[in-house]
């Protein structure tokens, strides 16, 4: 015997016993979110929950600054100093 699906409107999940969600399809595409992503949640008030990408803060920023200074800049100041 088939089981019956239910249908619901787009853009809408259930919690489960468990405290688990279903983020919907277009909101998951939409935050440019992908699997393995790591989240934190906090409450915003009653019935509002927001959640974040946790990212590793020095890897997204190691490396922004390459190519401003020249090669020997660190040589040339220190060279100032004597």
């Known amino acids: 015997m ?16 468990k405290h688990q969600v279903t983020i ?9 979110l992908v699997a393995g992503d790591a989240l934190q949640g906090r409450a915003l008030g009653p019935g509002r929950v927001l959640f974040e990408r946790v990212g590793d803060r020095l890897a997204e920023t190691a490396g922004i600054f390459d190519g401003i200074y020249p090669e020997n800049a660190v040589e040339v100041l220190r060279g100032e100093w004597e």
Do not use: D, L, N, Q
């Open 2 to 17: 088939a089981r019956e699906v239910r249908k619901r409107p787009r853009g809408r999940t259930t919690i489960t016993s």
């Open 24 to 32: 919907p399809a277009e909101a998951f595409a939409a935050a440019g």
